[in-house]
């Protein structure tokens, strides 16, 4: 339960509006009722005749004022909107023909309210029509009544002045609404990037995770089943242990793979031809087969994500060169220019009998490196080459981020 009274005390503009307004609105409706009863110099109110007229048209006016300050300041879920504004009106036409009946009077409260509200809540065209709609009735009453036109016109300018402020508080809520729409957009335009960056990391991290298993645990997964048949079958244990040996040193190399994954991850990355020839020689090592490496340039003002993916289309070749072309001899280039960087792999025709690693992986390798090409803006081709195969990727240069 708020305890609105110490909210109050505390600080007034705390209170909700609603429950501010209506007493003040009950009060000036006191006030304006005794100014019109006290001001009785043209219309003593009486049980017939025009006093019977001016009685009815302000109890009509009271009870438009309060279904006015109930409907919206107490219970607008309650009250429709359609009913406050016929209350509104209502009260208004009355209010106009109390006013000429009895000038001056304090009654122009009433079309005076009633102007402003509508103009606050409707339309430009609906307003004008109860402005005029008052203003005619004000007009035709004095003359049938035989009052002042002079003070009737004042009267209207009134009135016109109450539509002025409504148009202006009319205009500010637009405002205020769509600015809130415009926040709210950008809200959910920013919620929107947020999931779509979230997405994009967990995409860069999934690639990162599927080339260093896929390079690492491939060439693990070789020397391993190498070494269990030898052991399996008892003929040279001496070879199984070198075998065992080489599974170790592989999978030192994958942890350090795992700590460069994360140092890419973190933008942060060694020289490329250092990599280069670092795949090129646990290539040669591993399989007995020659790797040749041809970079004579270090690619200069290239992004992290630019170098990730020339290195991982590297690593990824040798991987599927060990797969699909065992024993095959490989060469890398990479070639650096001012507008581009390009790296191009081929492998010539299998050597050695295609084992049982050529079936495994996930068959998502080329396809990463595909998406890590169009990331970095660059251009991926994979296809046969003669005997072989042939991988190239080339990235545009673009300046390095301050």
């Known amino acids: 339960m708020i305890d609105w009274t110490d909210k109050w005390n505390a600080d007034p503009r705390l209170l909700p509006a609603r429950y501010r307004v209506f007493p003040g609105r009950l009060v000036a409706l006191g006030f304006i009722t005794w100014g019109v009863l006290t001001e009785r110099h043209h219309i003593a109110f009486s049980g017939s005749g025009i006093g019977l007229l001016a009685l009815i048209l302000l109890a009509i006016c009271c009870a438009g004022w309060i279904i006015w300050s109930a409907g919206v300041s107490v219970a607008p879920q309650r009250i429709g909107e359609r009913a406050v504004i016929v209350a509104l009106c209502t009260s208004g036409a009355a209010g106009a023909v109390l006013t000429a009946l009895n000038m001056p009077s304090v009654a122009i409260a009433f079309p005076a309210a009633a102007t402003l509200s509508v103009a606050m809540r409707f339309c ?29 016109a004042g009267y209207v300018c009134v009135l016109f002045g109450f539509y002025g402020l409504g148009l202006g508080r009319y205009a500010q809520l637009q405002r205020a609404n769509t600015a809130e729409k415009l926040l709210a957009e950008t809200r959910r335009a920013n919620t929107e990037e947020a999931h779509a960056a979230a997405l994009a990391e967990r995409s860069r991290i999934a690639r990162e995770i599927h080339d260093v298993l896929a390079h690492s645990l491939s060439a693990l997964t070789v020397q391993l089943e190498a070494a269990d048949a030898l052991l399996s079958s008892g003929t040279n244990p001496d070879k199984a242990h070198n075998y065992v040996i080489t599974a170790r040193r592989i999978a030192r190399e994958g942890l350090t793979e795992t700590r460069r994954a994360i140092a890419a991850l973190r933008e942060d990355t060694p020289p490329l031809r250092s990599l280069l020839h670092g795949l090129a020689e646990t290539y040669e090592s591993d399989t007995g087969a020659a790797a040749t490496v041809i970079a004579d340039c270090e690619p200069a003002n290239l992004q992290p994500d630019a170098a990730l993916a020339l290195y991982r289309t590297a690593q990824e070749s040798l991987t599927n060169a060990r797969k699909h072309a065992p024993g095959a001899p490989i060469e890398l280039a990479l070639a650096c220019t001012e507008s581009a960087t390009e790296l191009t792999v081929t492998n010539t025709a299998a050597t050695s009998p295609i084992t049982a690693l050529a079936s495994s992986g996930g068959g998502y390798g080329l396809a990463g490196l595909k998406e890590r090409a169009e990331l970095a803006g660059g251009t991926f081709e994979a296809g046969p080459c003669g005997d072989g195969w042939r991988v190239s990727l080339r990235i545009p240069a673009r300046p390095a981020r301050l």
């Open 124 to 152: 430009v065209r609906t307003s004008v029509r109860a402005f005029a709609a008052f203003s005619v009735i004000m007009f035709c009453t004095a003359a049938v009544a035989g009052t002042n036109l002079g003070t009737a």
